[in-house]
T-cell receptor, first 114, second 111 residues
Framework: GAVVSQHPSWVICKSGTSVKIECRSL??????MFWYRQFPKQSLMLMAT?????????EQGVEKDKFLINHASLTLSTLTVTSAHPEDSSFYIC??????????FGPGTRLLVL | DAKTTQPTSMDCAEGRAANLPCNHS???????VYWYRQIHSQGPQYIIH???NNETNEMASLIITEDRKSSTLILPHATLRDTAVYYC????????????FGAGTRLTVKP
């Protein structure tokens, strides 16, 4: 199957700082990638859809100015959590459609804001 | 999107087949049935998908009923490493569409 990587795999930061998470499709090109977050004991929730060369679209309730998404190339999308607060602590996961009608997910990035 | 219904949890003995059911009675003709699993603290892993016909790969088999209103994921010889949450998702295979996750089935494989 197709491979999606994320970096970093985990990050701890102080409240008020910004954190950038990278998502790369290693063996396929993705004009669209998706960002999810998952809180403990809950399922994945879509945050936003990242479109190469254009603005991301955000799900209702997700602040676009807080979660900045950049999709500068067909293999890289980044999510920046600006002015992070403890309530932003979560597991962030990206995905993209690979070959054969299948969506592949990254390994996730665990964010802890102190 | 078609809603799916899965049991909350299931147990399976190691070495036995694990059969995970999924109901999707409102599925549309162009919607696929996808199965993913999530092992603790990891991203979802693709398992298998199908439209009408039964499918098999190195990980599992997918059995879709003739009316397409339900399906079963079969792990032929479950191991302890198959312990995970399994998600059944019904979705059109369109690159612009995300996957919508429900609660899934927590499968515990026991020695």
């Amino acid at each position: 199957g197709a491979v999606v990587s994320q970096h970093p795999s985990w990050v701890i930061c102080k409240s008020g700082t910004s954190v950038k998470i990278e998502c790369r499709s290693l063996d396929f090109q993705a004009t669209t990638m998706f960002w999810y977050r998952q809180f403990p004991k809950q399922s994945l929730m879509l945050m936003a859809t990242s479109n190469e060369g254009s603005k991301a679209t955000y799900e209702q309730g997700v602040e676009k100015d807080k979660f900045l998404i950049n999709h500068a190339s067909l293999t890289l999308s980044t999510l920046t959590v600006t002015s992070a607060h403890p309530e932003d602590s979560s597991f962030y996961i990206c995905s993209g459609w690979g070959q054969q009608e299948t969506q592949y997910f990254g390994p996730g990035t665990r964010l802890l804001v102190l | 999107d078609a809603k799916t219904t899965q049991p909350t949890s299931m147990d399976c003995a190691e070495g036995r087949a694990a059969n995970l059911p999924c109901n999707h009675s409102t599925i549309s003709g162009n919607e696929y049935v996808y199965w993913y699993r999530q092992i603790h603290s990891q991203g979802p892993q693709y398992i298998i998908h199908g439209l009408k016909n039964n499918e098999t790969n190195e990980m599992a088999s997918l059995i879709i009923t003739e009316d397409r209103k339900s399906s079963t994921l079969i792990l032929p010889h479950a191991t302890l490493r198959d312990t995970a949450v399994y998600y059944c998702i019904v979705r059109v295979a369109a690159p612009g569409d995300d996957m919508r996750f429900g609660a899934g089935t927590r499968l515990t494989v026991k020695p």
